[in-house]
T-cell receptor, first 113, second 116 residues
Framework: AQSVTQLGSHVSVSEGALVLLRCNYS??????LFWYVQYPNQGLQLLLKYTTGATLVKGINGFEAEFKKSETSFHLTKPSAHMSDAAEYFCAVSPGNTGKLIFGQGTTLQVKP | GAGVSQSPSNKVTEKGKDVELRCDPI?????LYWYRQSLGQGLEFLIY????????KSGLPSDRFSAERTGGSVSTLTIQRTQQEDSAVYLC??????????????FGEGSRLTVL
């Protein structure tokens, strides 16, 4: 069965610092991978996704993620954090066929001034 | 509507009562998903609809939970004889395509259920 593990339930960075949110997946077949963001009292919004092709994926709000098959990882990064980036971030894998997503436990990003 | 709409946004009920949660997907989206988000459990998949049929109900936690979809559009998630552990935010999502194509899911803002 496919699964996702997010390392670190809480990450705190200073404004302007690098953001790195870690995600490792378990999959027996080439996966589709996603990062979603959830702002307080809102639904989830797609940041970026990897399906096929280029392994470095660029998303909205300056975020990007790199698919590394050898490390079974799909870490999310942003060079410079903004206060508005404070939210909960979810990594997800799609087992295929139904389009349903299996989510990680989520990482809460705190950005300090 | 522009996005996925869920109602009610907040529901407080007493233990043992039945509740119904409604989801209006984006027009034309054939796939619809229900998830449950609770502290310590993350986002749990409940059920998936393709049109009006539910080929994947594997996430429903007990027979107290059921869902239906009519007209390929609106879906209702029903929880019978609610328990305190049912307290959570119930999220609905829709998608225009499936078949493992890695399509984006569009989420509503959720229905927060509190069982006293």
């Amino acid at each position: 069965a496919q699964s996702v593990t997010q390392l670190g339930s809480h990450v705190s960075v200073s404004e302007g610092a690098l953001v790195l949110l870690r995600c490792n997946y378990s999959s027996s077949v080439p996966p589709y991978l996603f990062w979603y963001v959830q702002y307080p009292n809102q639904g989830l919004q797609l940041l970026l996704k990897y399906t096929t092709g280029a392994t470095l994926v660029k998303g909205i709000n300056g975020f990007e993620a790199e698919f590394k098959k050898s490390e079974t990882s799909f870490h999310l990064t942003k060079p410079s954090a903004h206060m508005s980036d404070a939210a909960e971030y979810f990594c997800a894998v799609s087992p295929g066929n139904t389009g349903k997503l299996i989510f990680g436990q989520g990482t809460t990003l705190q950005v300090k001034p | 509507g522009a996005g996925v709409s869920q109602s009610p946004s907040n529901k407080v009920t007493e233990k043992g009562k039945d509740v119904e949660l409604r989801c209006d997907p984006i027009s034309g989206h054939t796939a619809l998903y229900w998830y449950r988000q609770s502290l310590g459990q993350g986002l749990e998949f409940l059920i998936y609809f393709q049109g009006n049929s539910a080929p994947d109900k594997s996430g429903l936690p007990s027979d107290r939970f059921s869902a239906e979809r009519t007209g390929g559009s609106v879906s209702t998630l029903t929880i019978q004889r609610t328990q305190q552990e049912d307290s959570a935010v119930y999220l609905c999502a829709s998608s225009p395509r499936t078949s493992g194509m890695g399509g984006e899911l569009f989420f509503g803002e959720g229905s927060r259920l509190t069982v006293l």
